[in-house]
């Protein structure tokens, strides 16, 4: 008599899920996230596709209807020049897109490698760039801008890019740098060290990787900062200067206008208020996100 064993092949556990896919399943799972990014979503496409959509071009004119209110052929009606205000407003709204971005990624960029740059080799690295960061923090960066704006000439919107992002980095590079004095520690720094590789390689390898939470959510919060000053400066009539147009200069030249054509003036105002709440709404998610000790039950 025989008896039949049969054994059930092991199981394998379900392989964990990786810190990407946890970051954006608590992000999605927030409605800050959500709305944020939809919100974005929108006005990126708005901004670049609308124009193409419009019957109007940025440097079309209408001589029968200067400061007409919006209709089916003027969306967002017509400016003092008979331009169209939608047709505006959208180049405008791209073009603070696209600094608020830019100026981000670059001052993130610049504040990852002076802070981990100080905190990995310390001595006389951190003391000189301890010394600019900290001479930075004290001028007055307006002012400065301000100075240099009528020297930029016209469309040069990219070293407006330049000049902000060189006052946006050093708060951030000082938290990178206390966070590099702590990751140069640990072991898989120190193998690294003792197996002959140089210092700029294990900065770029695995110190700024492993602060990577840190550097996105701050690249996402100075999208708004940037817009903001753009903005302001441009208000001022100290940022993108013409032929370019941006949503703050759109506002200085709606503002004249604003009690009896208010279409010149708030059409360029609500966009704005609108990317920054979008930015600080995913910003804030993000933030909860990979933190989520910071809020992220928060929903």
């Known amino acids: 008599m025989t008896t039949d064993v049969t054994t059930e092949a092991p199981v394998a556990a379900p392989a964990a899920p990786s810190r990407r896919r946890v970051v954006a399943g608590r992000f ?24 193409p959509a419009a019957a109007w071009s940025f440097e079309d004119r209408d001589f029968l209807a200067f400061l007409s209110p919006p209709t089916a052929a003027h969306w967002f009606g017509t400016t003092q020049s008979g331009a169209d205000v939608f ?20 001052s993130t960029a610049v504040a990852a490698v002076v802070g981990a740059f100080a905190g990995y080799y310390l001595g006389w690295t951190d003391r000189v760039l301890g010394w600019v960061t900290d001479l930075l923090l004290v001028l007055p960066a307006f002012l400065i ?16 890019v330049g000049l902000l992002a060189a006052f946006m980095w050093m708060v951030t590079s000082k938290m990178v740098r206390g966070l590099a004095v702590s990751l140069r520690k640990r072991e898989y720094v120190l193998a690294a060290r003792f197996m002959g590789v140089p210092g700029y390689k294990i900065i770029f390898r695995h110190v700024i990787p492993n602060m990577s939470s840190l550097l996105i959510v701050d690249a996402t919060l100075n999208v708004s900062a940037a817009i903001l000053t753009e903005t302001t400066l ?15 200069g759109l506002i200085a030249d709606g503002a004249a206008t604003a009690l009896y054509a208010p279409w010149t003036f708030w059409f360029a105002a609500g966009l ?5 709440l979008a930015v600080n709404l995913a910003g804030d998610a993000l933030r909860d996100a990979f933190d989520p000790a910071s809020g992220g039950a928060r929903r």
Do not use: C, D, K, N
């Open 87 to 106: 047709v505006v407003t959208m180049h405008g709204m791209r073009r603070s897109l696209l600094i608020g971005l830019l100026v981000a990624v670059v």
């Open 234 to 248: 441009s208000y001022f009539g100290f940022g993108v200067r013409p032929p370019e147009v941006s949503l703050g």
């Open 145 to 160: 801008i301000a100075v240099l704006s009528p020297a930029l000439g016209q469309g040069a919107w990219l070293v407006m």
């Open 272 to 276: 704005l208020i609108l990317t920054i």
């Open 28 to 51: 999605l799972a927030s409605w800050r996230g959500r709305a944020g990014l939809a919100l974005l979503a929108a006005l990126f496409l708005l901004a670049f596709a609308g124009p």
